[in-house]
C-alpha cells in the first residue's frame, strides 16, 4: 500500500517515536531529487522520506510498515540506471546517513561498513590502513555501498577482482518483519549451509534492507601503468586480450573498448581532451596494470606486450601514458563517452553481455541489424569488453529527429537484447532489471529460475513491502 496525504500524519506520529523529527521529511523540495534517476527514465512520486541512523531504526520502521502494510523503496546514492530506486508513491527509505566506517582489520584484508558508506569514502578507508578496495565506477563519489551490493556493481576492475558480489564477505540485512540476520562474518570459507547472503546481492532492494557489510581488501597498488592502442580490427580486440593475459597475467586490471566515434564524441565535447595517438582506427583499447610493486616491472611488461602485439598485427598503434595528466585524459575519455553521447541526438542506452569470445561477432551482427531497421543508425558500443560487458548504446542517424528516433526504442531494444540472447548472453549485463529490462525478464529469463525467484519473493516479503513492483 501507499501512503496518502491522511495516512501521513498518523504515520508521521509513529515514525517520531522511532527516529528525530529532521529524519522525518516531507517537503517536497528536498525528496524531489529522489524522485527521478539520472538518465532521466522515470519520474516517480514520494510524500514521506525517512533517513534513519543506525539498524535499530531500520528494524522498527520495517516492523511497523509491515504490520500496517505500508510499502518502502531503500535508496542509496541513487545514481542507478534502471530506475530500481525510484519510488511510485511509497515512503523513500535513504541509508545514506548509515555511513561509518565500522572497523577495518588490515590482517585481515577486510572492513566494515554500514551500508551508506559512499563508495569512494571506503577506497580512501583502505588506502589510509595500506589497502586497496578495488571496486571502480564512474559514480563512486556518490553511490553508496548498499546500492552497489544491491545491484552487483560492475566497473572497471572485475577483469581482475570481480564483482561486488565477489567482495562480499559478510552482509547484516533487516528483514521485511524487522528481524535483523548478522552475518557480518570475515571469514573466506564458510561452508555452513546454505550462502544467503547471496540472495540480498542483486536484488534492488526487494528482498532485505542492507544495513551494513564486510568487505574484501587486498594489497595496497603502488603502480599503475595505462595505455591506449588502436587495433587492426575487432577480431584483434580479443585475441589482443588473451595476449596481454598470458603475457602479464594478474597485473592486466582493466580492458576498455574504446569504438572512434566514441572518442570523436569525448574529444568533441569533452573539456581539453586529446587523442592519445594520431592515426585512430575504428577500433581502440583502454588498458591498464596495476602492480602492488612499485618499480618498472608493470611498464616493462605492458611495453613488452604492446610491441608483440604490434609485430603480431594485431595492434597498429599505441600510446602508454607517462605522466599523471596523460593517464586522465585517457580515462577521462571513457568518462566523456557516458556523459556526451546523448549530444549525438538522443540515445537509446543498452548494457548487454556475451561471452567474451562472442564480442566481435555480437557487436558485428548486432551492428548490421540496426542498420537494416535504420539506415544510418549510429551503433556506440563501448565499454567494459574484458568481462564480455558492452554498453551497446545506440544514436539516431545524423540530423534525424530525436522524438522520431525516440519513438524507435522498443524496436531497436528488442534488436539488441534479442541478439545477446542468441549468442547466449544478458540483456542486464551490470545495471539490474529495476522498472526499465521488466519486459526483458519475462521474454529471456528461464521460466523456472523466474518462478523460483518470484517464490523467494513471496517468502521473504509476504505483503510485498519492500520495493514493490521492482524486477518482475
Ligand atoms: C556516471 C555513472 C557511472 C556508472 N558506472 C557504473 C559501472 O561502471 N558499473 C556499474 O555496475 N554501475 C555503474 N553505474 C550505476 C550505479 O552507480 C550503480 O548501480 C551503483 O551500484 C548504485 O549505487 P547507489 O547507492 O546509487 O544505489 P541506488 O541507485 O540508490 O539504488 C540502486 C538499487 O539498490 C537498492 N538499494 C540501495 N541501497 C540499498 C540498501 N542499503 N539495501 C537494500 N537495497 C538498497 C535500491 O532500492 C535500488 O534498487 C554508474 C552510474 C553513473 C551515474
Redesign the pocket.
Known amino acids: 500500500m501507499k501512503l496518502n496525504e491522511k495516512q501521513l500524519q498518523d504515520f508521521k506520529r509513529k515514525f517520531s517515536d522511532i527516529l528525530n523529527e529532521k529524519d522525518i521529511i516531507t517537503d517536497q523540495d528536498t525528496i524531489a531529487p529522489h524522485l527521478s534517476d539520472?538518465v532521466g527514465n522515470i519520474s516517480g512520486s514520494s510524500i514521506l522520506m525517512l533517513t534513519p541512523r543506525n539498524k535499530e531504526q531500520v528494524s522498527k520502521i520495517l516492523m511497523l510498515c509491515n504490520d500496517k502494510n505500508i510499502a518502502v523503496?531503500?535508496?542509496?546514492?541513487?545514481?542507478?540506471?534502471v530506475a530500481?530506486?525510484i519510488p511510485n508513491g511509497e515512503i523513500i527509505l535513504s541509508?545514506k546517513k548509515m555511513n561509518k566506517i565500522i572497523s577495518i582489520m588490515p590482517d585481515d584484508y577486510s572492513i566494515t561498513v554500514e551500508?551508506g558508506c559512499i563508495l569512494s569514502q571506503v577506497q580512501d578507508a583502505a588506502m589510509e590502513a595500506s589497502r586497496f578496495f578495488p571496486l571502480s565506477?564512474?559514480?563512486e563519489g556518490?553511490?553508496?555501498i548498499?546500492?552497489?551490493i544491491?545491484?552487483n556493481?560492475?566497473?572497471?576492475s572485475v577483469l581482475k577482482y570481480g564483482n561486488m558480489r565477489d567482495l562480499v564477505l559478510g552482509l547484516e540485512v533487516v528483514l521485511q518483519d524487522g528481524k535483523i540476520m548478522n552475518s557480518l562474518k570475515r571469514l573466506r570459507k564458510d561452508n555452513s549451509g546454505y550462502a544467503t547472503k547471496h540472495m540480498f546481492m542483486g536484488a534492488?532492494?526487494t528482498l532485505?534492507?542492507?544495513t551494513a557489510a564486510s568487505l574484501r581488501l587486498f594489497p595496497k597498488i603502488e603502480n599503475k601503468v595505462t595505455a591506449f592502442a588502436s587495433l587492426r580490427d575487432l577480431d584483434a580486440t580479443i585475441q589482443l586480450l588473451e595476449t596481454l593475459k598470458s603475457f602479464s597475467g594478474e597485473l592486466l586490471s582493466s580492458y576498455e573498448l574504446i569504438p572512434k566515434i566514441g572518442l570523436d564524441i569525448a574529444i568533441t565535447h569533452g573539456d581539453d581532451l586529446k587523442s592519445p595517438i594520431s592515426d585512430v582506427k575504428e577500433w581502440n583499447v583502454i588498458i591498464e596494470y596495476s602492480d602492488t610493486k612499485n618499480n618498472d616491472n608493470a611498464n616493462e611488461s605492458l611495453q613488452n606486450t604492446l610491441a608483440y602485439a604490434i609485430e603480431k598485427e594485431l595492434v597498429c598503434d599505441a600510446a602508454i601514458a607517462s605522466s599523471l595528466s596523460q593517464t586522465q585524459n585517457i580515462w577521462k575519455i571513457r568518462k566523456a563517452i557516458?556523459e556526451h553521447q546523448p549530444k549525438l541526438g538522443g540515445e537509446i542506452k543498452h548494457d548487454v553481455s556475451v561471452p567474451v569470445s562472442c564480442v566481435p561477432e555480437f557487436i558485428r551482427s548486432t551492428t548490421q541489424k540496426l542498420v537494416e531497421y535504420l539506415p544510418g543508425v549510429r551503433p556506440v558500443p563501448y565499454g567494459h569488453i574484458g568481462d564480455g560487458n558492452i554498453h551497446f548504446n545506440v544514436c539516431p542517424p545524423r540530423s534525424y529527429n530525436s522524438d522520431v528516433f525516440k519513438q524507435s526504442t522498443e524496436e531497436i531494444r528488442e534488436i539488441v537484447y534479442g541478439n545477446a540472447h542468441t549468442f547466449g548472453g544478458s540483456f542486464a549485463a551490470?545495471?539490474g532489471v529495476?522498472l526499465i529490462k521488466k519486459k526483458q525478464m519475462l521474454k529471456y529469463k528461464d521460466e523456472v529460475e523466474l518462478q523460483l525467484m518470484k517464490d523467494l519473493k513471496s517468502f521473504l516479503d509476504p505483503k510485498n513491502i519492500l520495493?514493490p513492483g521492482?524486477i518482475f
Open positions: 539520472w523503496v531503500p535508496q542509496g546514492g541513487n545514481t542507478g540506471s530500481s530506486g541509508l551500508s565506477i564512474g559514480s556518490s553511490c553508496t548498499g546500492g552497489n544491491s545491484t556493481a560492475g566497473g572497471i534492488e532492494g532485505g534492507i542492507i557516458v551490470e545495471h529495476g520495493n521492482k
